[in-house]
């Protein structure tokens, strides 16, 4: 592994060792009770909400339609339905419809189409103006439009269609707007920890939103989903009003340890002069469309289980609304605690075991790709044995969360400097499977048998060995030409 350092340089794991020999004079200021946590911590319940109210509708849309009897079973499930107790009288007061599978396909994937238009547009508007109100009022907006959603349900499946495009659109500058607010607040020290503090609400977000959405479907109705975690999302964006700021050095309750310890150490910091993006060189590199491939491929898989898993849980196993929810969050739990065991297991093969940058990202790709594409396969063959079905769906779901350390990083690798623009352009084309895996899969599953789903599993399957076997290819773990100045071996 190369170890050469230079002035403006440095390798992502070198550049602690650099800092620590030079900031022997800044103090380091304690993380209890520090702005920076502060922030870390505000921004995952940040997350959370922005999940929740992106998943909550994948259980909703189960008591939304109208198949279900009064017990909570679904009546048109494959398998036979599981005993539940009976759903309280109350619950019948919402509203339900008659959407056809195709309809139910472009409901759940309309978020996306939003989603997609504001993913380089929000860290070029986070650069210029400031992350903190394009985060707040981006996810305000969701919570706005998440609050409308039973008035547009009940207006049309085309009104509700479009209230779910205008939260993707608010929801998209989310992630452009964290990292350009963390380029300013994380000490490189202490990035990973920050960091994986923050886009840990993500998982809890999904965690928590699916099997809470089915006990409020359950003892209220769907109607309260959405109002419940509105709610939740209003509390959020107060106290991110209130308590964050867009820098250390404009924050008003900050000690000025702190805020000299993370500008110092933010001093250090590998930057380019100027402002010239070299977007040719961006677009014509192919380790960075590698990494789009591989993202694409992913995220095929993953928002084709997180959009239709409940779906699939009530219509083909039979589960009721109250399980539903429950059994759906199964696979995300594991997801997350494989993402983040999968990055110290990362870490510690490229520090103590001298593996090459490149080794471990593509290792842990293969893995965390080819892994989800055998069990979902073999989760279609299981028939009605539904402990079999859900253990492989969860298993799929959780190999997946290793790909935290495979390409899903790989952009810090080939290029530091432009790091946010390489995410809003792969993240751009990985929102793609959101917008149409819904769609195609509803479309290929309208009588919701078990050999329709088979075809929607080996579609994903085929996807993700594809986006497997490219990344493998093309991807690389140094820092391309076009990045820097003096581009130097990253790890190889």
């Not at 079973?73 to 008659?98: E, L």
């Not at 609304?321 to 969050?329: D, H, P, Q, R, V």
């Not at 959780?398 to 690798?413: E, M, P, T």
């Not at 075809?455 to 990344?471: C, E, H, K």
């Amino acid at each position: 592994m190369d170890r050469y350092i230079s002035d403006t340089e440095t390798d992502d794991q070198e550049q602690p060792l650099l800092l620590s020999r030079q900031d022997d004079k800044v103090e380091k200021a304690p993380a209890c009770c520090s702005s920076r946590y502060g922030l870390s911590l505000l921004s995952c319940y940040g997350f959370f909400v922005a999940y929740a109210l992106r998943v909550n509708l994948s259980v909703a849309m189960v008591d939304m339609l109208n198949n279900t009897d009064a017990s909570g079973n679904t009546s048109k499930s494959i398998c036979p339905a599981h005993s539940s107790p009976a759903r309280p009288i109350y619950n019948h007061t919402a509203s339900v419809y008659d959407w056809d599978s195709e309809t139910q396909g472009w409901i759940l994937g309309s978020f996306f189409y939003g989603y997609i238009l504001t993913q380089i547009p929000g860290g070029y508007l986070a650069r210029k103006y400031g992350a903190k109100w394009l985060l707040g009022l981006g996810i305000l907006g969701t919570v706005v439009f998440t609050l409308l959603t039973p008035v547009a349900a009940d207006m049309g499946a085309g009104y509700l269609i479009a209230v779910r495009v205008l939260e993707g659109i608010g929801e998209g500058v989310t992630f452009p707007a964290m990292h350009a607010m963390w380029a300013f607040w994380a000490p490189p020290m202490e990035r990973s920890r920050l960091l994986t503090i923050a886009y840990t609400g993500a998982q809890l977000g999904t965690v928590v939103a699916l099997p809470l959405s089915a006990q409020i479907c359950f003892y209220l109705d769907w109607t309260w989903v959405f109002y419940i975690f509105g709610i939740v999302g209003i509390v959020w964006f107060i106290l991110w009003a209130l308590l964050v700021s867009n820098t250390p050095s404009t924050h008003p309750r900050i000690t000025e340890q702190e805020r000299l310890y993370i500008t110092s150490s933010l001093n250090k910091e590998l930057t380019l002069s100027g402002d010239h993006i070299p977007w040719g060189s961006i677009l014509t590199s192919m380790p960075l469309w590698a990494i789009v491939v591989a993202h694409f491929s992913y995220n095929w898989t993953f928002y084709t289980l997180l959009t239709l898993l409940p779906t699939y849980m009530s219509d083909v196993l039979g589960f009721s609304i109250k399980e539903n929810g429950a059994l759906s969050a199964l696979p995300y739990i594991g997801c997350g605690l494989l993402a983040v065991l999968g990055g110290q297991l990362a870490d510690y093969l490229r520090e103590n075991c001298f593996y090459r940058t490149v080794v471990v990202r593509k290792a842990f790709s293969l893995v965390g790709m080819i892994g989800p594409a055998v069990f979902i396969v073999a989760a279609g063959y299981t028939g009605c044995n539904y402990i079999l079905a859900v253990a492989f769906l969860s298993i799929s779901s959780s190999l997946g969360g290793i790909v935290a350390s495979g390409f899903n990083i790989n952009h810090l690798d080939i290029a530091p400097s432009y790091a946010g623009i390489l995410l809003g352009i792969t993240n751009s084309f990985a929102t793609i499977p959101g917008m149409v895996g819904p769609v195609i899969a509803r479309a290929l599953t309208k009588n919701n048998t078990i050999e329709e789903w088979q075809t929607v599993f080996y579609i994903s399957a085929g996807i993700n060995l594809f986006g497997a076997v490219f990344y493998t290819v093309f991807g690389q773990g140094v820092v391309q030409p076009w990045a820097v100045h003096n581009p130097h071996s990253h790890g190889n």
